[in-house]
């Protein structure tokens, strides 16, 4: 994106942002309006001043490959993201006097499927093979050198995120102090609006990131100090960048270690898709959707029913085990 100089009303909604506990946000949403103030400019408008035609032709702009630095033409997805984005902004600047009306109330979004989440998720056996590779790479560096520490790390933050389904920025953003090894708690300081909550971390993994705090994140920090559990190699936190390029990095290394897992090399493997695998490990298990719900912070039953599709074959199976007829 195009960066400019920032408006002052995209300030005064950073500002209301970060009052509001949303500061991890305000870099996406700030280079989202940044681009659409330039666009703004480019018709002799400013956001006070921006008309319904105005919101329209940037919903437009996002359906050309102009919209991407790469050229290449966004998902719906991320068009409905920053439409979205576009609309809250509008939205802040008429309740505080400083627009006469919201032009984007009537943007149509694109329409989405949200019968079932797209991301590719893993099956037991691959998820205990990406996490053995994982290992493998702990085994295989030098004890107590910078390569196993970094290993280590990312080995502690795959336990975390398969045992704990959190959230890639709720992930990165951990502090020192949020998880308790002795009660099995992991404290959740804010994510997605949720404040305060303690959610339980199964044994394994807890003793996996308390392996890690104890001996390899002090070989990360040398003479260094962070208040985050997972740090870089240079940086004092771990950014959600290098959390994405870390998992599918070991992506392919299982599919290289397990020619056997022939399902694996075909999915698209993210820090999200670690998310539903949890999701939908504990829901083949026999784990109540509604415990789900509460496990991965979501305020809505029918968002948690999306991370938990059932084929065809489990539902044959379930109606054959439950019906007294079958």
Known sequence: MRQLTPDPAVATYLDHLRARGRARSCGDIGAVLTQYVGLLARRNRTPATASTEDAEAYRA???????????TI????????????????HRFLKRRGLAMANPAAALQLPRLDQRCIRKNFLT???????????????ADARTGSKTWATAMRDLAMLA???????????LCHLLVGDLNVERQGLRVTREKGFAGRVLPVVPWAAGVVQAYRDTARPILLRSRTSPWLFVGRRAER??????????????????????????LPGKIVS??????????????????????????????LSTTAAYTPLNLDELRRAMVDAHPRA
């Not at 966004?74 to 902004?89: D, H, K, N, S």
């Not at 975390?160 to 709720?170: D, F, K, M, P």
Request: aromatic share 2%; charged share 15%; proline share 4%.
């Open 160 to 170: 975390l995120a398969i045992a704990t389904a959190r959230r890639s920025a709720g």
């Open 238 to 263: 771990i950014g959600q960048r290098t959390w994405d390029m870390i998992v599918r990095r070991v992506h392919q290394d299982t599919c290289s270690a397990c020619p056997d897992l022939t399902d």
């Open 61 to 71: 702009h996002l359906t050309t490959p102009a919209a991407t630095i790469a050229g």
């Open 271 to 300: 820090t999200h898709s670690l998310r539903v695998t949890t999701a939908r490990l504990l829901f083949l298990g026999g784990c109540p959707i509604r415990v789900i719900n509460e496990l991965l912070l979501h305020r809505k």
């Open 124 to 138: 037991l056996q691959e998820a205990q093979a990406v996490l053995t590779t994982a290992a493998a790479a702990v």
């Open 74 to 89: 966004l998902a719906p997805t991320t068009q409905a993201t920053r439409l979205g984005i576009v609309r809250g902004f």
